[in-house]
Nanobody, 113 residues
Framework: QVQLVESGGGSVQPGGSLRLSCAAS???????MGWYRQAAGKEREFVAG???????TYKDSVKARFTISRDNAKNTVYLQMNSLKPEDTTVYYC????????WGQGAQVTVSA
């Protein structure tokens, strides 16, 4: 079972940027990968995805602000988040598309003035 470890979260002001990383303990090259987020008391939702070919998809509310990328040689997936808004505040997770690995601990992102 591949383990996923998210990092790079933090606190920023509105309009700021963060880059999340997701390191996998095994190869992810044959999997589509995605970033998800879950606010307290709400269901986990899809944020961004990248196929094995590099095709990307995004939740409408993050399009043009977030960019997902992958480095198969490092078994790592990234989420560059720009122009962050308070409503982006929550815990972010990575997993396959669809999710099939155990969820990691997530990365907390807090956007506030």
């Amino acid at each position: 079972q591949v383990q996923l470890v998210e990092s790079g979260g933090g606190s920023v002001q509105p309009g700021g940027s963060l880059r999340l990383s997701c390191a996998a303990s095994g190869s992810i090259s044959r999997f589509g990968m995605g970033w998800y987020r879950q606010a307290a008391g709400k269901e986990r939702e899809f944020v961004a995805g990248i196929t094995t070919y590099g095709t990307t998809t995004y939740k409408d509310s993050v399009k043009a602000r977030f960019t997902i990328s992958r480095d198969n040689a490092k078994n790592t997936v990234y989420l560059q988040m720009n122009s962050l808004k308070p409503e982006d505040t929550t815990v972010y997770y990575c997993n396959t598309l669809p999710a099939q690995f155990l969820w990691g601990q997530g990365a907390q992102v807090t956007v506030s003035a």
